[in-house]
């Protein structure tokens, strides 16, 4: 009974404040016209509602004070304020929209002169910093600092950066460069200080299939896939499935982690299980990483999916010719064996090592243009000819992983178009490498079965449906 005594007591003494107040207000208002806009002023708008909404005493003569001392102008006579002041309405926050500064790469760009470009054909750091002002000498203690942290050979052209200059300043405050979605690197230009900032990735699992009617692309892009899905699955497959000859009625089936930054998917991580179905022949590539010195792709029964070579050389490409010992050369114009098989690609396509090897040449040849041949063991080499260029690095005497870049696809030496001329040797002799097959390799230990078995089980349920 007394606790209700007092809520009432209490209540009227609030509504007696808010009276005083609102009374006040009115008083300003009418006799103050050329500074009441301080209730505009964000600050002290906040202040005065979070007093009146938390039913805080706000006395007349202080907030009297704080506008004499601010003096801000131009009340609009409309606003919801006035109109409040004007009948008998209560004022809340929600009346007054917050304006939410635009935050990226941690600064609030509203604060700043704002600059954007992309880099340029035939750009470097230096000459573009140069043209926003910066001395040789700042620019030479930048670089020197950036050192183990940005390598200033690595601008590539098409990619976005950004100058920030505080508002009067002639010279940028700062220079970002956004290499890709992940990361991007913060350039102080007045501490001379280089960052590396990496955006949070959230990851979650997702499961796709498709049928291919006319070919894999359209059937990743019908099911609104993206299409960077596609060299996963031929990375995960590429020892077993021809993805030059697919056919119509092959399906397939995937389990992979879909990443995301603020919301927006921006790639695809890690494939954990593809699933590749042609005629009555059907394959399973499953991911394995709880050893890393074991990690890669395995089949349903634990053997490794690396059978020891690619099937091709290059990816998304197209056989445009075969092996054939007899074939009319297409510039010759008279039969000479064709002892490789061609793949047709735009220029400038990675062409990969299809083993592991030592490069013994890497050459210009008057037929066969730009070439290179790799000994993969005392078997097996493999010859790729008619390259735009070498990668970086390749030279003979350079040790080549599997699936590695070695050069370009182009029309070098005797070529009708953009292709790689791709041979396999087996002790010394060209052979069809299409029609050839290798040993199966050795499975996991028997210690590691048991954690693969588990992780296959559980991909497989949540691939097929469950959880």
Sequence with gaps: MESSHYRKALRKQTQRLK???????????????????????????GLFLSA??????????????????????????????????AGNQ?????AFP??????????????FQVTEGSIQPNEFLGSLLQEHGLSSVEIQELVQNAEGIFDIKSLRTGK?????????????????????VYVYYVFDLNGKSVKRVERPVQKKWKTALGKIETSLWNAMTEQGLDYALAAKMEDALQWSVD?????????????????YINGRPVGIGQVYVAHYQTGDNEFYSIWYDENKELQGYYDLEGRPMNKGFLKAPVKFSRISSRFNPSRLHPILKRRRPHLGTDYAAPYGTPIMAVGNGVVVEARYSRGGGNMIKIKHNETYSTRYLHMQKFASGIRAGTTVKQGQIIGYVGSTGLATGPHVHFEFLKNGHAVDHTKLSFPPPDPLPESELPKFFELRDQYMKILNGGS
């Design 52 to 85: 009146y909404q938390s039913r805080y005493a706000l006395s007349g003569l202080t907030l009297t004070a704080v506008m004499l001392v601010l003096g801000i102008r131009n009340l609009d006579q409309h606003s919801p304020i006035q109109a409040s002041l």
């Design 98 to 111: 917050i304006q939410i500064p635009h935050l990226r790469y941690g600064f609030a760009l509203d604060t």
């Design 160 to 180: 976005p950066y950004t100058f920030l200059a505080k508002a009067g300043k002639e010279k940028p405050d700062y220079f970002i460069y956004e290499p890709n």
């Design 90 to 94: 209560d004022v809340t926050l929600d």
């Design 19 to 45: 009276t005083k107040i609102k009374g006040t207000l009115k008083t300003l208002v009418a006799r103050l016209p050329l500074l009441s806009g301080i209730l505009q002023n964000r600050f002290v708008r």
């Design 243 to 259: 993805f030059h000859h697919l056919q119509k009625g092959d399906r397939f089936q995937l389990l992979y982690e879909q990443e």
